[in-house]
């Protein structure tokens, strides 16, 4: 049984109006869902950077660790962290199967440490998690998203990469971090994702698709190997919106705003506003300017029959795949947000990561030591 909670806004200290929310937000049996995005007013209510509270209703039982390959210093805190999780909180721990096998290499004290056998039944431990840990960069946060394909538990993300965008948490000090969030309550961001699905012309009168791929930061359309411009075609809610002749395209969502959209010259825009980049890569012409879409639209990138190449999709930049002449990729909000816990809040936390991270806006302060208005 997952453990439950509840979710509330607040404004500058304020209540906000928490009924009207829920109707937008469900969080029923520790299930983050969205309703369906005709609702456009209020979901953009539910979603204007209020400060968002997780409160647990039942203490969380059980826990799994996500952590990045390769890595000493990863694999010598998760083993100290799955220690202290099962030997001081009485939780039932989880890894991914191929960290198991490294611990049982390493000793057969951690053969309490659960884990799963085939791909297939991770769909089975989702209901179960309460809570996901993440030891590693940005990138091990976008893996443990990746795993769930419909509602995610909240993520507690610990920084042991080089940035660390979205991960707030200093692993020195996991046990009080720990102990803060399993007791609650804890701030959290409510991060949208983009569900992608690949429409083949050659199967157009098929009625099985290709299965949908939920991403966190981005889906991108490129030339991949091709030295030819890409040729993209691009509609909004089936009007058209432009052609795309350049490197490529990315549909990101505002967590992945400082991501790869960011170096194609896209804003950065705070994780919490609800919206689409529609970002071009080296696009070869003068007056391609990024733009930011509603949220509740639908946009479909076809690679048109003239085109001279194929293009290629990749999903918070994994998992390439092809789209031939005819093909085309629709992406549209998904209804399963991410919720990451915060260090202080959403916004300060947002802020503190452009300014530590990205150095954003660094210059040295002009001296008060010279002409000035009279
Ligand atoms: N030119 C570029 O900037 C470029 C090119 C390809 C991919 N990427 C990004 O890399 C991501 C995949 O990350 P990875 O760690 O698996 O690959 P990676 O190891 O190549 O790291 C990419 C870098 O992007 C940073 N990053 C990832 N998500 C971020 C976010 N939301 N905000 C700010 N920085 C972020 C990571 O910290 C890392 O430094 C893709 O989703 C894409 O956004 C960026
Ligand atoms: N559990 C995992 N299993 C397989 N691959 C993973 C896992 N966790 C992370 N990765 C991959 O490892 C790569 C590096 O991870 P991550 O970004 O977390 O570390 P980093 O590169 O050290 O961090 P930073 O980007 O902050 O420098 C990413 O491409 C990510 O997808």
Same mark, same amino acid.
């Given at each position: 049984?997952?453990?439950?909670?509840?979710?509330?806004?607040?404004?500058? @200290?304020?209540?906000?109006?928490?009924?009207?929310?829920?109707?937008?937000?469900?969080?029923?049996?520790?299930?983050?869902?969205?309703?369906?995005?005709?609702?456009?007013?209020?979901?953009?209510?539910?979603?204007?950077?209020?400060?968002? %509270?997780?409160?647990?209703?039942?203490?969380?039982?059980?826990?799994?660790? &996500?952590?990045?390959?390769? %890595?000493?210093?990863?694999?010598?805190?998760?083993?100290?962290?799955?220690?202290?999780?099962?030997?001081?909180?009485?939780?039932?721990?989880?890894?991914?199967?191929?960290?198991?096998?490294?611990?049982?290499?390493?000793?057969?004290?951690?053969?309490?440490?659960?884990?799963?056998?085939?791909?297939?039944?991770?769909?089975?431990?989702?209901?179960?998690?309460?809570?996901?840990?993440?030891?590693?960069?940005?990138?091990?946060?976008?893996?443990?998203?990746?795993?769930?394909?419909?509602?995610?538990?909240?993520?507690?993300?610990?920084?042991?990469?080089?940035? @660390?965008?979205?991960?707030?948490?200093?692993?020195?000090?996991?046990?009080?971090?720990?102990?803060?969030?399993?007791?609650?309550?804890? %701030?959290?961001?409510?991060?949208?994702?983009?569900?992608?699905?690949?429409?083949?012309?050659?199967?157009?009168?098929?009625?099985?698709?290709?299965?949908?791929?939920?991403?966190?930061?981005?889906?991108?359309?490129?030339?991949?190997?091709?030295?030819?411009?890409?040729?993209?075609?691009?509609?909004?809610?089936?009007?058209?919106?432009?052609?795309?002749?350049?490197?490529?395209?990315?549909?990101?969502?505002? %967590?992945?705003?400082?991501?790869?959209?960011?170096?194609? @010259?896209?804003?950065?825009?705070?994780?919490?506003?609800?919206?689409?980049?529609?970002?071009?890569?080296?696009?070869?012409?003068?007056? &391609?300017?990024?733009?930011?879409?509603?949220?509740?639209?639908?946009?479909?990138?076809?690679?048109? &029959?003239?085109?001279?190449?194929?293009?290629?999709?990749? &999903?918070? @930049?994994?998992?390439?795949?092809?789209?031939?002449?005819?093909?085309?990729?629709?992406?549209?909000?998904?209804?399963?947000?991410?919720?990451?816990?915060?260090?202080?809040?959403?916004?300060?936390?947002?802020?503190?990561?452009?300014?530590?991270?990205?150095?954003?806006?660094?210059?040295?302060?002009?001296?008060?030591?010279?002409?000035?208005?009279?």
């Amino acid at each position: 049984m997952q453990a439950s909670f509840k979710l509330s806004w607040g404004c500058k @200290g304020q209540q906000a109006n928490d009924q009207h929310k829920k109707e937008i937000v469900s969080f029923e049996s520790g299930n983050i869902t969205t309703a369906d995005r005709s609702s456009k007013q209020v979901w953009t209510i539910v979603s204007n950077a209020a400060a968002i %509270s997780l409160t647990w209703e039942t203490s969380p039982q059980t826990v799994i660790i &996500f952590t990045k390959p390769n %890595s000493t210093s990863v694999r010598l805190l998760s083993v100290e962290m799955l220690r202290w999780l099962r030997e001081h909180k009485g939780l039932n721990v989880y890894v991914e199967p191929r960290v198991k096998a490294e611990l049982l290499a390493e000793s057969s004290s951690l053969d309490f440490v659960q884990t799963w056998e085939d791909d297939k039944e991770i769909s089975l431990l989702h209901p179960m998690i309460d809570l996901v840990i993440t030891l590693g960069g940005d990138g091990t946060v976008l893996w443990a998203a990746s795993m769930f394909k419909g509602p995610v538990p909240p993520i507690v993300p610990f920084s042991m990469g080089s940035l @660390g965008f979205m991960t707030p948490f200093h692993s020195e000090q996991y046990r009080d971090c720990l102990e803060a969030v399993l007791k609650g309550p804890i %701030s959290i961001t409510l991060r949208h994702r983009l569900q992608c699905h690949i429409i083949r012309d050659k199967a157009r009168h098929d009625y099985e698709t290709e299965e949908n791929t939920l991403v966190l930061n981005e889906v991108t359309i490129d030339r991949g190997i091709s030295s030819y411009l890409t040729n993209l075609e691009c509609y909004c809610d089936n009007s058209f919106v432009t052609c795309v002749q350049g490197d490529g395209l990315i549909l990101s969502t505002t %967590s992945g705003s400082t991501a790869y959209s960011l170096a194609a @010259g896209g804003s950065m825009v705070h994780p919490q506003v609800p919206g689409i980049l529609f970002t071009p890569i080296c696009p070869h012409s003068l007056s &391609f300017r990024p733009l930011i879409l509603p949220d509740h639209v639908t946009v479909r990138v076809q690679v048109p &029959f003239n085109s001279r190449s194929s293009a290629w999709v990749s &999903f918070d @930049g994994k998992g390439r795949k092809q789209l031939e002449a005819g093909d085309a990729l629709v992406c549209s909000i998904a209804p399963w947000p991410v919720s990451t816990a915060c260090q202080v809040e959403s916004t300060h936390d947002f802020l503190r990561s452009i300014h530590d991270g990205l150095h954003w806006n660094l210059r040295k302060t002009q001296s008060s030591d010279g002409p000035r208005d009279t």
